[in-house]
């Protein structure tokens, strides 16, 4: 039986995923459920940051009544910045998001078109 090693589930994983969230947040729980539940499909780069956290003040600052939030990029983009003027342009979801809504935001990272099929024939 096949096992994929460490380096071909990294090579796999075209996205990266940031959860800004705090302790005692019940929408970060479901946030979490959401982003476990496309893991499973379709497996990304994940990294979780506390904004009660000291070092994470500058995301509690932007973010403190907003979380949950996450941020999508392709992996091996430049890191998280919360410079206001980058952080306004970053792929992202608030406060309650299923994942559908998940998935999408990765196909728009990724740069995917979704395709739908109709009477009309294929479209884009």
């Not at 994940?46 to 994470?56: G, H, L, N």
């Not at 995301?59 to 410079?83: C, M, N, Q, T």
Request: proline share 6%; glycine share 6%.
């Amino acid at each position: 039986m096949f096992k994929p090693t460490r380096r071909l589930l990294q090579q796999a994983q075209t996205c990266r995923i940031t959860l800004f969230s705090r302790d005692g947040c019940g929408l970060c729980v479901r946030a979490k459920s959401a982003l476990s539940n496309v893991w499973d499909r379709r497996p990304f780069a994940y990294t979780e940051v506390d904004i009660m956290k000291p070092e994470a003040k500058r995301w509690r600052d932007l973010y403190d009544f907003d979380v949950p939030v996450i941020h999508l990029s392709k992996v091996g983009a430049p890191e998280e910045d919360p410079d206001p003027n980058v952080v306004g342009k970053a792929v992202k979801l608030m406060h309650r998001f299923d994942p559908d809504q998940i998935e999408a935001k990765m196909d728009e990272v990724e740069g995917k078109e979704k395709w739908t099929f109709g009477k009309g024939g294929t479209t884009a």
